[in-house]
């Protein structure tokens, strides 16, 4: 919310470019999984360089980049409230695509493993059996994504009208 925020006080190239910094932020907290993408056999067999600059593209650079685009809205609705909630959905789907992305080219072979854990309900293995490993790679990384993605849309959406609400902080800025 602090990045959708600053975008609709100060416009969405201020906001992207604080999403940005944001994403280094977050891939310098990231550490430990940013090298350990770097290491032999984290990918399995393959071009490993490759995907490990990818997964720092998809899930930090453009995902968190992305909160940046909260701002787009701020100029079409007359309510800031409303105007808030739909550019942290915006913002927050946007990096929610990323991740799809990421998850789908680079993790896409965890999705068999994934819907035939124990304790994971029966639709899981019927997916495996009825997609092909294409489509049963894409339906895992929305689901693995959408698990906490979805929430944190729904719940950002809903800070951001409360915090519009508070009187100058959804000031626009220029």
């Given amino acids: 919310l602090p990045i959708v925020l600053l975008s609709y006080r100060h416009g969405v190239k201020w906001g992207l470019t604080a999403g940005f910094c944001y994403s280094l932020v977050q891939m310098a ?13 984290y990918f399995g067999d393959g071009t490993m360089l490759g995907r490990a600059v990818l997964m720092c593209l998809l899930d930090y650079v453009l995902a968190y980049s992305a909160l940046g685009l909260g701002g787009c809205f701020r100029n079409l609705m007359k309510s800031k409230g409303a105007a808030l909630a739909a550019g942290s959905v915006a913002a927050l789907g946007s990096r929610y695509v990323a991740h799809i992305l990421s998850g789908y080219l680079l993790f896409g072979g965890w999705a068999e493993w994934f819907f035939t854990q124990e304790g994971f309900p029966a639709w899981g ?13 894409f339906v895992y ?3 693995y994504n959408g698990m906490y993605m979805v929430p944190e849309m729904i719940l950002t959406a809903i800070a951001a009208v409360l915090v519009a609400k508070i009187p100058g902080i959804a000031a626009k800025i220029q």
């Fill in 125 to 137: 293995a019927a997916l495996v059996e009825s997609l092909s490993p294409n489509m049963l790679g």
């Fill in 29 to 41: 907290l990231g550490a430990d999984v940013v090298a350990a993408a770097f290491q032999p056999g």
């Fill in 141 to 143: 990384s929305l689901v």
